[in-house]
């Protein structure tokens, strides 16, 4: 089959690679679409660590059955699916409570790490466990279903907050992600939606998509969330970056007893604001990944409550994929999410 190889950091080629082949409890599928993860993008130059050569990379997309395993009944050739990000074993503690984004022995498609190495979807096929299938409503698109991995971040993000309808919320950091939060959040009643970002163009797109607001992060962001709450500050924030400033801008935006949820993770370290947090009694959440919210997600899709096609900027063939990360690398302007196709 055809794959795009990370052969070297910053070195793609599309070229032959043996066909993957499923076992009893495996399905093969015949990959349709794979969108282009910043985590691909931040990992194609070796800073992560997370995408050591040669990887086949690509964890966001979606297919049809073409093989099913000895042991698998639920699925069939010619099933229109879509895929968990992590592989997760089904057997550890925390997959026993329903914690899978927790699982002791996580893999995550198209990652190659000192741990372990895992081939994903920028190919014509792959194979992946039965138990981390879902399949796409009629309405769905592959292209639109390769967005519900993306999604399903933004949607267990919300979860995390315990948002309440009337709540006003932040989001801070309105890349594919924060985008994404801002529709889930107005997805479950929240009463106004405030948007941070230093790219006005990405503000604008935030209002476009639900934001009532759209506040520069090189301003007073604080002041004007306050100015907008009667004093208070919002009642969740959520930070989708990864950085210090925006970790204390996100920190500053929340009411006493309100609630700050961490998404973003571009710096593995940042300083903490600990004293405002803790003399304020802010709640803290980390979000890592999804829990099983797929198919909440691609009924978001399906519906149109969630506008995916509003982030694609490009479809292209696969043979023209290291071009499309190159323009991603280099930060060109306006390109969000593009979507690859075998």
């Known amino acids: 089959m055809k794959a795009l190889v990370l052969t070297a950091y910053n070195r793609f080629e599309y070229t032959d690679v043996p066909d993957p082949q499923p076992g009893a409890d495996d399905v093969l599928l015949r990959v349709k679409a ?20 040669p990887i086949i990379m690509g964890h966001e997309a979606a297919g049809v059955v073409a093989e099913a395993g000895a042991n698998v009944s639920e699925w069939k050739q010619g099933d229109r699916v879509t895929f968990d990000s992590t ?13 899978i984004n927790l699982c002791e022995d996580r893999r995550v498609l198209g990652v190659s790490c000192d741990e372990y190495h895992r081939d994903g979807a920028f190919a014509e096929f792959l194979v992946v466990p039965q138990r981390i299938l879902y399949r796409l409503p009629d309405r769905v698109t592959f292209e639109q279903a390769a967005m519900t991995e993306a999604l399903s971040i933004a949607v267990h993000a ?33 009463r ?23 506040l520069a992060a090189d301003g007073d962001v604080a002041a004007e969330v306050a100015a907008r709450t009667e004093g208070r500050g919002a009642d969740v924030v959520f930070e989708a970056v990864g950085v210090t ?4 801008t996100a920190v500053a935006c929340v009411r006493k007893g309100g609630s700050l949820t961490l998404v973003g993770n571009l710096s593995p370290d940042v300083d903490w604001p600990l004293q405002s947090v803790v003399t304020r009694e802010i709640s803290v959440n980390g979000s890592c990944a999804s829990c099983g919210e797929y198919p ?13 096609n509003a982030l694609i900027s490009a479809t292209a063939p696969l043979a023209e994929g290291a071009s499309w990360f190159r323009r991603l690398y280099d930060k060109e302007p306006s390109l969000m999410k593009v979507i690859l196709c075998p």
């Open 192 to 214: 106004e939606v405030i948007a941070v970002d230093l790219d006005p163009a990405k503000l604008k797109r935030a209002q476009e998509l639900g934001a009532c607001a759209g």
């Open 87 to 99: 592989v997760y074993c089904g057997r550890c503690w925390f997959c026993r409570r329903g914690r």
């Open 245 to 248: 400033a925006s970790v204390r």
């Open 34 to 53: 794979c969108g282009i993860c910043g985590s691909d993008v931040h990992g194609m130059d070796g800073s992560t660590g997370r995408r050591k050569p």
């Open 296 to 308: 909440t997600c691609l009924d978001l899709i399906a519906s149109g409550r969630v506008n995916v």
């Open 158 to 190: 919300v979860s995390r907050a315990a948002c309440a309808p009337g709540d006003t919320a932040v989001v801070v950091g309105t890349g594919v992600i924060g985008l994404l939060i801002v529709q889930a959040l107005r997805a479950t009643g929240c």
